[in-house]
């Protein structure tokens, strides 16, 4: 049968249709378009569903494919870390519209992160919808690499994996700050590279820490993904599930 057109469907991390895309013909069997972007918000897993029809009447909407962007940006800055995020307020930040926490309520749920850096220091913020809590039991994380080829998917050795091979992670837990390599899972198991600096106010979260525990340096490009978690699951991600900065 001979091919009469072919089309993509687009559906946001939320399942709504983003967009719709005819695809050009380029020859008797290839069919492209190249000419779409994908703006943020929202971030995530986005669905793509490829649709084709032929000038018989058959259809096939059965090719899926799933993407997921992430966002390139530099901000340097010092920031002061004083249990005050005023130095954020010049800044980018990125806001959440997705939460994954499945329904365990919004002291999980992340609303918006941000990073910078100065010669010496990583600094990032997170925002929480339902406030900060210092248990045992809550986790902020932020997992990150510039060297993939020496990195871990997988978080804790769990099947929840991450779009990139992490390196190190920034775990705020307990009222302790800890960066970890990637072999870590808590603060009891073999990993702990050194300690981090934070500060917080009811619902924002700011942390420190320096560049050489995180095995960087200032030009160094960095993926990287926040995350807050329990004793036993991955609950929230941002910039959003799949997906990084």
Same mark, same amino acid.
């Given at each position: ?35 779409? %972007? ?6 995530? &897993? ?5 649709? +084709? $029809? &032929? ?6 909407? *059965? ?18 870390? %004083? ?34 850096? $100065? ?12 406030? /900060?809590?210092? &248990? ?18 997988? /978080? ?38 050194? %300690? ?10 700011? /942390? ?8 960087? *340096? ?10 807050? +978690?329990?004793?036993?699951? *991955? ?6 599930? $799949?997906?990084?900065?």
């Amino acid at each position: 049968c001979t091919t009469q057109n072919v089309t993509a469907y687009i559906y946001a991390p939320n399942g709504s249709l983003y967009a719709t895309l005819p695809m050009l013909n380029k020859s008797n069997t290839i069919y492209e378009n190249s000419s779409f %972007n994908i703006t943020a918000p929202p971030f995530g &897993s986005y669905l793509v569903n490829i649709y +084709a $029809n &032929s000038i018989d009447g058959d259809i096939n909407a *059965s090719e899926n494919i799933s993407i997921a962007p992430f966002v390139n940006f530099n901000q340097s800055q010092t920031v002061v870390i %004083n249990n005050q995020t005023g130095d954020w307020n010049p800044l980018t930040n990125f806001t959440d519209e997705v939460s994954e926490n499945g329904g365990n309520g919004p002291q999980f749920n992340i609303t918006h992160i941000s990073l910078a850096h $100065n010669n010496t220091h990583l600094f990032t913020y997170l925002k929480i919808a339902g406030g /900060i809590n210092f &248990s045992d039991g809550r986790y902020y994380r932020a997992y990150l690499t510039n060297n993939e080829s020496n990195g871990e998917p997988r /978080i804790n050795g769990s099947n929840t994996r991450l779009p990139f091979n992490y390196t190190r992670i920034i775990q705020l837990n307990n009222s302790e700050c800890r960066v970890y390599n990637k072999t870590n899972g808590a603060s009891n198991i073999p990993g702990i590279v050194g %300690n981090c600096n934070f500060g917080n106010t009811s619902n924002e979260i700011e /942390i420190e820490a320096p560049l050489s525990l995180l095995n960087l *340096s200032v030009n160094n490009s960095v993926n990287l993904t926040f995350e807050t +978690a329990n004793n036993t699951a *991955s609950l929230d991600f941002m910039p959003n599930n $799949n997906s990084f900065i």
